[in-house]
T-cell receptor, first 111, second 113 residues
Framework: DVKVTQSSRYLVKRTGEKVFLECVQD?????MFWYRQDPGLGLRLIYF???????EKGDIPEGYSVSREKKERFSLILESASTNQTSMYLC??????????FGSGTRLTVV | AQSVAQPEDQVNVAEGNPLTVKCTYS??????LFWYVQYPNRGLQFLLK??????LVKGSYGFEAEFNKSQTSFHLKKPSALVSDSALYFC???????????FGSGTRLLVRP
């Protein structure tokens, strides 16, 4: 089975901190994605990457950046964390029509 | 613009009864449709997908979904609900020319004993 691993299940950070969320997949998938999940809003796409060093903005990229230096790793960076970035962050990977495989999520609280 | 609607925030059903979780979509072109389930404090798990072919799609855990092109719907169904089916369900759509999945807002399914 494809595995997508997010490095932290829970994180608490202070306003203004730079925050790194890490995601690793083990099945050589081309595409990787970062979503945030908020009650009543479903999942909203922040960024995605379809190849190493390639990235595209999703629907809500403001306040975030990403890095994909290796195929298996896709990092989400909060440049200066704010309280409105408190959320559940979900990483996913995909290959063609197989659909997405999600990590378990990182629940980030910014205080 | 592409969009997915799940009109019910919550669906309540008694164990053993059939269940339906509704989904409608709006895209141009050929849609790829998916259902995912999320248990508390977990990521999303794939249930089933429609790409092409038979309009009735069977998936994991006894779930199935019917693609209806004229009504632009992809409702999730199960003939006999289990308490363990209680979870958050997401419908999603992807254009055949895109990498991106667009998700609905989710429907919480509560199956009472």
């Amino acid at each position: 089975d494809v595995k997508v691993t997010q490095s932290s299940r829970y994180l608490v950070k202070r306003t203004g901190e730079k925050v790194f969320l890490e995601c690793v997949q083990d099945m050589d998938h081309e595409n990787m994605f970062w979503y945030r999940q908020d009650p009543g809003l479903g999942l909203r796409l922040i960024y995605f990457s379809y190849d190493v060093k390639m990235k595209e903005k999703g629907d809500i990229p403001e306040g975030y950046s990403v890095s994909r230096e290796k195929k298996e790793r896709f990092s989400l960076i909060l440049e200066s964390a704010s309280t409105n970035q408190t959320s559940m962050y979900l990483c996913a990977s995909s290959f063609l029509d197989i659909g997405y495989t999600f990590g378990s999520g990182t629940r980030l609280t910014v205080v | 613009a592409q969009s997915v609607a799940q009109p019910e925030d919550q669906v309540n059903v008694a164990e053993g009864n059939p269940l339906t979780v509704k989904c409608t979509y709006s895209v141009s072109g050929n849609p790829y449709l998916f259902w995912y389930v999320q248990y508390p404090n977990r990521g999303l798990q794939f249930l089933l997908k429609y790409i092409t072919g038979d309009n009735l799609v069977k998936g994991s855990y006894g779930f199935e979904a019917e693609f209806n092109k004229s009504q632009t719907s992809f409702h999730l169904k199960k003939p006999s609900a289990l308490v363990s089916d209680s979870a958050l369900y997401f419908c999603a759509v992807r254009m055949d020319s895109s990498y991106k999945l667009i998700f609905g807002s989710g429907t919480r399914l509560l199956v009472r004993p």
